[in-house]
């Protein structure tokens, strides 16, 4: 090629590129309708349709780059680099602290914004360094077999709303005009296993089970403005999630108004064909996925396929438009079409990561979500002034995937249980180490000896993510991912009665790693105190430390029910809700729902109870005073469920507000707490619609599921 035809091409090139920064879809001052509108007018139908994809293609001549649409951030920036890893989200979950939940989920995209920022300066357009997130998971957790039940908030579905909510206002930020990073909520709809079958399986459910418990806490993050959706891999009564007309288009769409973009879980759409086998091939579940309501495509089948559906006459180009607005509006309200001045988090650099305000953060949360299940004797906590010797054991108390949990991003340091509790201990204390046993060899055992010459032992076991967790990740689960039941490895059953028998009557504790509930029956006889840590993230160990040496007093509860065995449980695949959850199991249960204990106690009383007679249109509002009785500072969770009138399918309680609340030693705080009756009501099957019924309801408040400190009945008429 000549020269002159080169530099005449360069000149082409760069005078483009000027043109295209001045275009009206890059003019921030102009309304978000008339920039989309002004995108797609200058569009080829090509090059909207490789806009369908998670890995977007460039538009060279507008000046657009490619990205990639596909990032984690489930408990911190995943899969990326340097990043503050949280616990593990059903840790957080164990909270019971949504206004934490919020911080640290801002200083989560406080991260990814630096991390972008850095990237794109850099040239680089890397998966997992973007900012549209595919975080929170918010799933109902109806089964402990479910191996991404940690990813969730548990199995209460007003929890996991609320917890879910007070992510995504962290994630996407409180700025008027733009998103800190976008948030989605997934996987839609009544997906909660099992793994092994999800890209074949059809749930079952009927209209109750499904608005009351399956779509609660996504009508609730839609309503607080999330901005996208994932559409799951299952069925749901014989239609794909991701092309069935009832989920997205009636129900999110034309029912809940939902603005944002809707996304594929990973492979769904091929699933569809491939799999579930309702629709011949890809060019037709192409169209049905633009037609219900899919916006963007984790996959290569909308790229590959929408054009050949258009030419078929499946699609209009019409319709491919309105597939691709979504998208456009997401990325203008992140800023990518305006001048980095304009967006309030361009300077976000290096510095805003892993900073020192994240990582007390990080470890706040993991000593929040601890649960503290067994404390005979009031072995804990320990004196560090009485305190002459410790032996720390166990396969995880050195374990880096017993902190992180699955879909983690990494860090250095990561602080082992061995690490916190070593240097809390200090260099005046004896401290030994020992892995003392594997997850299979139930015979031969170490720190046994050196364990009878301490004066207390730690002992840290249980579960990794590579034993439960997502189909094909957990590659040691026995079933796709999930598991097969409730036990704890039986070496380590066997490890802790070895134990036992070698230290006679000294401490031992046992701390236990599970993302799910888990049997504890067979070390209860054994241990003096347990304390569950689920994978409590980069600051575990010194987390751990902290509640062992009684800096803080533990204040976690369960998210999740601590069944006795899986017969108290109806079949995996059973997505009724009868039998299931605290919600509708009223059996005999390892621990229920909401429990944990503390170093210290706490009692309430009235400070003014509930009206008596509520209508409709009124809010249920009560106050009562919480009084710490126990010698040390401690956090008190307060919870309130509703019992309400006697009728077919009602729950036997349902957890309708909660608040986490510091009481010094001795002293007392007023909490104030407020219903809406709208929260009340019920899906009436043979209407077709949400109905508050008439009758007499009881409040409770406790300490979980199963306590009832106060009480109070009104009634609706």
Not at 314 to 342: C, H, M, N, Y
Not at 470 to 486: I, Q, Y
């Amino acid at each position: 090629m000549p020269v002159s035809t080169r530099i005449l091409l360069v000149s082409l090139l760069l005078s483009s590129g000027a043109i295209a920064q001045t275009l009206p879809f890059r003019n921030a001052s102009l309304p978000q309708a008339e920039r989309v509108n002004d995108l797609l007018s200058r569009l080829t139908l090509e090059e909207k349709v490789s806009l369908l994809g998670y890995r977007s293609k460039a538009v060279d001549r507008l000046s657009i780059p490619a990205y990639n649409w596909w990032n984690e951030a489930l408990h911190g920036v995943a899969r990326a680099g340097e990043a503050t890893v949280f616990p593990q989200a059903i840790g957080m979950a164990a909270t019971f602290d949504d206004r934490l939940l919020r911080e640290a989920a801002g200083s989560i995209s406080t991260e990814a914004r630096a991390k972008y920022n850095l990237s794109t300066a850099a040239g680089r357009r890397e998966q997992y360094m973007g900012l549209t997130f595919w975080s929170p998971n918010i799933n109902i957790f109806r089964d402990p077999r479910w191996g991404r039940g940690q990813e969730t908030y548990g199995e209460d579905p007003y929890l996991t709303a609320t917890m879910g909510t007070a992510f995504i206002k962290g994630i996407q930020g409180d700025d008027a005009r733009y998103l800190k990073a976008s948030a989605c909520a997934k996987h839609f709809a009544v997906h909660s296993g099992p793994e092994a079958n999800r890209h074949t399986f059809d749930a079952i459910v009927d209209e109750k089970d499904l608005r009351e418990t399956y779509l609660y806490s996504f009508k609730r993050l839609v309503d607080s403005g999330v901005e996208s959706i994932m559409c799951a891999y299952n069925r749901v009564n014989g239609e794909p999630c991701c092309t069935g007309p009832t989920l997205l288009h009636r129900i999110l769409h034309e029912e809940w108004h939902f603005k944002g973009h809707v996304v594929t879980d990973c492979g769904a759409l091929d699933d569809i064909f491939t799999r579930h086998k309702v629709l011949p091939g890809p060019m037709e579940t192409a169209a049905a996925a633009i037609k219900a309501g899919v916006n963007l495509d984790c996959s290569n089948v909308l790229q590959q396929d929408v054009i050949k559906a258009v030419d078929a006459g499946l699609l209009t180009k019409q319709q491919v438009d309105s597939a691709l607005a979504p998208l456009i509006r997401t990325q203008l309200k992140l800023g990518f079409f305006d001048e980095k001045a304009a967006v309030p988090f361009s300077n976000y650099g290096a510095d805003s990561v892993h900073t020192a305000g994240h990582i007390a953060l990080a470890r706040r949360l993991a000593a929040e979500g601890m649960v503290l299940l067994k404390n005979d004797r009031g072995v804990l906590p320990f004196r560090k002034d009485s305190l002459a010797s410790l032996i720390i054991v166990g396969p995880n108390a050195f374990s880096f995937d017993a902190l992180a949990g699955n879909y983690h991003g990494v860090s250095s340091p990561m602080v082992t249980f061995l690490e916190g509790l070593t240097t809390a201990a200090g260099p005046a204390v004896h401290v030994e180490y020992d892995q003392g046993c594997d997850y299979k060899d139930s015979i031969h055992f170490g720190g046994t000896w050196a364990a009878s010459n301490c004066q207390a032992t730690i002992a840290v076991i249980g579960l990794t993510p590579v034993m439960e967790g997502e189909e094909g990740d957990a590659f040691l689960a026995p079933h796709g991912g999930d598991r097969t039941d409730l036990s704890l490895p039986s070496a380590h059953i066997a490890y802790i009665k070895a134990l036992r028998k070698a230290i006679h009557d000294k401490p031992l504790v046992v701390v236990v790693t599970a993302g799910s509930a888990v049997d504890l029956t067979p070390i209860l006889p054994y241990a003096d105190a347990i304390l569950l840590a689920w994978y409590p993230g980069e600051q575990g160990g010194n987390a751990l430390a902290d509640i062992i040496f009684g800096k803080i007093s533990p204040s976690g509860h369960l998210p999740v029910t601590f069944y006795r065995s899986l017969g108290d449980l109806p079949d995996y695949q059973d997505y009724s809700l009868k039998g299931r959850t605290y919600r509708y199991y009223g059996g005999p249960v390892q621990y229920p729902f909401g429990f944990g204990l503390s170093y210290t106690s706490f009692s309430y009383a009235w400070q003014k109870p509930p009206r008596q007679n509520i209508t409709a249109k009124d809010t249920l509002s009560f106050s009562l005073t919480v009084s710490n009785t126990g010698n040390f500072d401690g956090d008190e969770v307060v919870q309130a469920y509703i019992q309400y009138p006697n009728g077919d399918r009602m729950p036997v309680r349902e957890l309708k507000a909660f608040h986490r609340i510091s009481v010094p030693a001795g002293q007392a705080q007023t909490l104030s707490l407020a219903i809406p009756m709208s929260e009340l009501q019920k899906w009436d099957l043979a209407a077709g619609k949400w109905k508050l019924y008439k009758g007499d309801y009881k409040l409770i408040l406790g300490s979980h599921s199963r306590d009832e400190k106060l009480t109070a009945t009104f009634s609706v008429r």
